[in-house]
């Protein structure tokens, strides 16, 4: 037959089980497909149908053509591929949090020379074969074939479920689902992205969008829906680039507000990163680099981060250089491990100011305790790192009394390393290097 033939055949699916959680990556959903192409469902009493469920066979060749050049990799991982697929299930909504599952295939044989063979399970005959007075979604299968990710097909595939709409004149459907819906039909994993709404909107929805509407003959975008201020859910629409069936050509270069547009407006973007400081040309770079939306999703990120951090709250340089870092980064695109490790270094650097700052304003409320001031090198005292490199003859040693040292004992005793080598470093403003302190400050700390 050849894989153009089979790219040209329709599939066919009963709506449940294009509404249901299919628990596959992208290569598991083709070799779905390529199971379904050879199938004639029972749809009308009077057309020629299937009965049972027949074994289908792809050929050696075939599967060469279908997954290009690196076909012999693919066989080399196919044993792992067909053993995840046949150990796959389907869940079902029944609504109301009624729920099912169903085993996928019989067989799933890969004979060399001859191809691979494949027979579906009798669970799944009312969803593929037994389709009399069903609602169901037909589609081609080179509708979907090239997509590379499984996210990208699960939401053409529910989309398609509407397109009777289309050939009864309308020039776009479209369809509404709440934020659990979407996971569900998408097999979102548990957890990921939970909470994280532009993270989730970004890798889930964004990405997979945008290989759509580059790959296939569908555009297709999205508004977010909203109950206050929280994102409960997402209404998606479709459209056809080219010709189809009874279908109006849609003119690609006067396509629709809600494509064009992006949820947030590329100007106002501009304006609030520029209101920050940033520089044109790294804005410019960002926006051609990530999008408008990728750009916008780690621009909300990266200040929702700042504003929590001690240090980079209000304006100033290092809030500037933090953002900057974390929109080079693309934060909004990281995947979770590299998310938590990003969360655990924002974390940890703000405790770390905190107790610097605490620290440094408990030092210098003991040196007045004691008489001493930061009059002679200010601004020295409150940065202390930048004495370190400085030469004792540069300074006049200024002495401290052996009161002024036993004052120092009893306030500094009870703090540990932290205090002890934040005070060693403000002592050399007065001239101290490291041995003379140690000479005469430890000798008091530890007799």
Not at 94 to 102: A, L, P, T
Not at 129 to 145: D, G, I, S
Not at 207 to 213: A, D, G, R, S, Y
Request: charged content about 30%.
């Amino acid at each position: 037959m050849g894989a153009v033939a089979i790219l040209e055949k329709d599939v066919v699916q009963a709506n449940p089980l294009i509404e249901a959680r299919k628990e596959m990556n992208v290569t598991e959903m083709r070799l779905f497909v390529l199971g379904l192409q050879d199938i004639m469902p029972h749809i009308k009493d009077d057309t020629l149908h299937d009965v049972e469920f027949h074994e289908t066979i792809i050929s050696y060749n075939e599967l060469k053509e279908l997954f290009g050049n690196d076909f012999y990799g693919n066989i080399r991982n196919l044993k792992k591929q067909l053993d995840k697929a046949y150990a796959g299930r389907i869940e079902l909504s029944y609504g109301n949090g009624g729920f099912g599952f169903r085993h996928i295939y019989r067989k799933m044989d890969y004979i060399p020379h001859k191809g691979l063979v494949i027979q579906f399970d009798d669970e799944l005959k009312p969803y593929i074969l037994e389709l009399v007075n069903q609602a169901y979604t037909r589609y081609k299968v080179k509708a979907f074939f090239s997509l590379s990710s499984a996210y990208s097909w699960r939401i053409l595939e529910s989309l398609l479920e509407k397109q009777g709409y289309l050939r009864q004149g309308h020039k776009e459907i479209f369809l509404v689902l709440t934020i659990e819906e979407v996971r569900f039909r998408l097999n979102v994993p548990e957890g990921l992205y939970a909470g994280r709404i532009n993270n989730f909107r970004s890798r889930i929805l964004d990405l997979p969008i945008k290989e759509i509407n580059e790959k296939t003959d569908y555009f297709v975008w999205y508004e977010v829906q909203k109950t206050g201020r929280k994102v409960t859910g997402f209404k998606f629409w479709l459209k056809l680039k080219k010709t189809a069936e009874n279908v109006e050509t849609i003119d690609e270069n006067h396509l629709p507000e809600e494509i064009s547009a992006p949820v947030i407006q590329k100007e106002e973007l501009k304006a609030a990163m520029e209101a920050e400081g940033m520089p044109k040309a790294a804005i410019n770079t960002w926006l051609k680099k990530y999008g408008v939306d990728g750009a916008a999703a780690s621009w909300d990120l990266a200040v929702e981060h700042a504003n929590s951090r001690t240090e980079t709250q209000g304006k100033g340089t290092q809030r500037k250089k933090y953002i900057k870092a974390c929109m080079e980064r693309n934060i909004a695109a990281m995947n979770d491990e590299e998310a938590a490790l990003q969360a655990e270094f924002d974390e940890r650097e703000k405790r770390v100011a905190e107790e610097k700052q605490q620290a440094m304003q408990a030092m210098q409320e003991c040196f007045e305790k004691i008489g001493l001031t930061s009059e002679r090198y200010g601004s020295d005292l409150q940065s202390t790192g930048g004495l370190l490199g400085v030469d004792e003859e540069e300074l006049e040693p200024q002495e401290l009394t052996s009161g002024q040292l036993k004052a120092i004992k009893e306030l500094y005793s009870a703090s540990g390393n932290t205090y002890t080598e934040a005070l060693l470093e403000a002592l050399k403003n007065y001239g101290y290097t490291q041995n003379t302190f140690i000479r005469k400050y430890y000798k008091f700390m530890w007799g």
